[in-house]
């Protein structure tokens, strides 16, 4: 049976009043392998090749559309769309120059401007698919007391520590459990790991993107240390 917490909303993500909602706890991510051999499993009639095929074909069409502004719509699925934000990779402002004709002599006017690039995908249900995930879905509360983030108190050999202990128990680790190990709030956390990340000797490195996010134990530093 799923089970869940009640999370309290940090301060910085609402309005100020403490509000509560439940977060669903996660246990395992299933890798394309996986997802191919359960859905070759559950047809049947299809192969794995040809789930395979099928698959890299859907991200390859994603690729080459989702760019030049169309949105993807799967029946049963959802409707996959682009999300754009400023690139933070380049100068957050850059100077462009153009000529225009002022008179008989051409002038030179230099604009700023902001590196876009795509920041994510943003996927919306099909409502179909919530309703029949609903009813056969049973979720169960896993604690008593409301998960309250703070700002962390252990020292940062510490949140090491418990990150990686995580890691070790389960072969990976999601935001929400270092938030709650290091009673974090989410925001906080990610600005957390983040910095430890981007120091090889933390140990720590990051797997998947977005909602997919993980964070793994850097295998390098591992048999360096070894």
């Known amino acids: 049976m799923p089970n869940y ?3 309290e909303m940090s301060e910085e993500m609402g309005d100020g009043k403490k509000k ?15 997802v191919v051999r359960h859905m070759h499993e559950y047809s049947g009639s299809f192969s794995e090749g040809a789930i395979r095929g099928v698959l890299d074909a859907l991200v390859t069409t994603m690729k080459s559309w989702m760019p030049m502004g ?13 999300t754009l934000g400023f690139d933070t ?27 876009v690039c795509i920041k994510g995908i943003r996927f919306k249900p099909d409502p179909q698919l919530l309703r029949q995930m609903n009813k056969e879905a049973t979720f169960e509360r896993t604690e ?24 070790d128990k389960q072969g990976y680790m999601t935001l929400s459990d270092y938030a709650i190990a290091t009673s974090q709030s989410r925001s906080t956390a990610s ?28 295998k390098k530093t591992t048999e360096t240390n070894l």
């Open 20 to 34: 509560v909602y439940p977060r669903m706890q996660t246990y395992s991510l299933h890798d394309f392998d996986t």
């Open 5 to 7: 917490v009640l999370q």
């Open 144 to 167: 008593t007391d409301i998960v309250v983030p703070r700002k962390p108190s252990d020292s940062r050999d510490e949140r090491i520590r418990k990150a990686l202990a995580i890691i």
């Open 89 to 115: 990779s380049t100068p957050s402002e850059a100077t462009a120059t153009k000529k225009q004709k002022s008179g008989n002599a051409d002038e030179e006017l230099k604009t700023k401007y902001r590196h």
């Open 70 to 82: 169309h949105s993807i719509k799967i029946d049963g699925l959802g409707v996959f769309s682009l």
């Open 191 to 218: 600005k957390d790991l983040h910095q430890l990340v981007s120091d090889p000797t933390s140990g720590l490195v990051t797997h998947g993107s977005h909602s997919h996010k993980v964070w793994i134990r850097n």
